[in-house]
């Protein structure tokens, strides 16, 4: 079945870029729509953007636009979100999230944390 | 941007009791509302999509129901493993946004 395993915690520092991955298992990329979600320590979920690489078009919440690109690798079924310009409020838990049907979620990735400090 | 609010925000309550947790949208989402179960340092588990549909493997105490605004997660004599934190989620339009949850916690 289907599996998103997601690169390991990072640290940095404020002002610096962040590019966090997600590897497909089990599945093609192609027809993968990938989406990342960040959770805030002891906050709720946010979703950051998302990837649809059978069309090549990505889409972002108006809060990260112009922060945030999201690609996909097909040759290595990896999808990435980058993240620029962080600031210690963007000390979360990433997640890569697989994007079915009606839109819902249905397979996680393991999460990925980010901790900015200077 | 569609606003989900979700209440309550925390619940206590004990093994065997039966809870609803309410989801209300700012506009007509028609029955795109899925509903997600979460416990400490783990990724979110579907549990219902469009409104009423089970993911697989969900056990059938868990149900949902509504469509337009308004939406309901009930779940039926409360087991120890359902104590966690729960979310609803629209995906009517972008950017998809979430309730700010519900903490169910043992009475």
Known sequence: ?118 | DIQMTQSPSSLSASVGDRVNITCRASQNIGNSLNWYQQTPGKAPKLLLFAASSFHSGVPSRFSGSGSGTDFTLTINTLQPEDFAAYYCHQSYQTPHTFGQGTKLEIK
């Open chain 1, 1 to 118: 079945q289907v599996q998103l395993a997601q690169s390991g915690a990072e640290v940095r520092t404020p002002g610096s870029s962040v590019k966090v991955s997600c590897n497909v298992s089990g599945g093609t990329l192609t027809s993968t729509t990938v989406s990342w979600v960040r959770q805030a320590p002891g906050d709720g979920l946010k979703w950051v953007g998302r990837i649809v690489p059978l069309f090549e078009t990505a889409h972002y919440a108006q809060q990260f636009q112009g922060r945030v690109t999201i690609t996909a690798d097909e040759s290595t079924n990896t999808a990435y979100m980058e993240l620029r310009s962080v600031t210690s409020e963007d000390t979360a838990v990433y997640f890569c999230a697989r994007e079915v049907g009606m839109g819902a979620f249905d397979i996680w990735g393991q999460g990925s944390l980010l901790t900015v400090s200077s």
